[in-house]
T-cell receptor, first 110, second 114 residues
Framework: SQKIEQNSEALNIQEGKTATLTCNYTNYSPAYLQWYRQDPGRGPVFLLLIRENEKEKRKERLKVTFDTTLKQSLFHITASQPADSATYLC?????????FGTGTRLQVFP | DTAVSQTPKYLVTQMGNDKSIKCEQNLGHDTMYWYKQDSKKFLKIMFSYNNKELIINETVPNRFSPKSPDKAHLNLHINSLELGDSAVYFC?????????????FGPGTRLTVL
């Protein structure tokens, strides 16, 4: 069956470190993968999109990789800050819609 | 300016009632969506409309009926509410219906059915 899994329910890291979140999928062949940030009580906000023929995409302190062989995307936040604390969702392209992962809650403590 | 707005923000109602949630986007997008986010934070698509036409209709009970009076509005009407309908409902929009387009989400409507 099709499945999208994001690593652990919560990830706690110290300010200044690099946070790495994973998104693994099975039985999908997405042409695109998106990452969103969701704060409590708010709707998701788009962060980055990466295409299947792109290995890596960067935006400021964010970096996303996409490995179609491993069926995995990694989302990195370098020099993390307490303001980065939120839930991060990956979303796969499934032809005409996005399928969202379960999300990883990131907590950055001072 | 709010890009995607939803009303109401909170909705508390009794089982068996009928309720509506309204959504408006001022981004000029062609495609709008309704998502349901359950208590485990799993976000699942319910419907999508492109230029007032229904494009996606996931396995959703027919008690849920979306209506798009124009491409800037997508409302969700729910009949005979059940306890299991309690969730946060998000409206979203995108430039087109292609999955490479980023989606812009509204603030959500927290529906509680008692």
């Amino acid at each position: 069956s099709q499945k999208i899994e994001q690593n652990s329910e919560a990830l706690n890291i110290q300010e200044g470190k690099t946070a790495t979140l994973t998104c693994n999928y099975t039985n999908y062949s997405p042409a695109y993968l998106q990452w969103y940030r969701q704060d409590p009580g708010r709707g998701p906000v788009f962060l980055l999109l990466i295409r299947e023929n792109e290995k890596e995409k960067r935006k400021e302190r964010l970096k996303v990789t996409f490995d179609t062989t491993l069926k995995q995307s990694l989302f990195h936040i370098t020099a993390s800050q307490p303001a980065d604390s939120a839930t991060y969702l990956c979303a796969l392209d499934a032809t005409d819609k996005l399928i969202f992962g379960t999300g990883t809650r990131l907590q950055v403590f001072p | 300016d709010t890009a995607v707005s939803q009303t109401p923000k909170y909705l508390v109602t009794q089982m068996g009632n009928d309720k509506s949630i309204k959504c408006e986007q001022n981004l000029g997008h062609d495609t709008m969506y309704w998502y349901k986010q359950d208590s485990k934070k799993f976000l699942k698509i319910m419907f999508s409309y492109n230029n007032k036409e229904l494009i996606i209709n996931e396995t959703v009970p027919n008690r849920f009926s979306p209506k798009s009076p124009d491409k800037a509005h997508l409302n969700l009407h729910i009949n005979s509410l059940e306890l299991g309908d309690s969730a946060v409902y998000f409206c979203a929009s995108s430039q087109e219906g292609e999955s490479y387009n980023e989606q812009f989400f509204g603030p959500g409507t927290r529906l509680t059915v008692l």
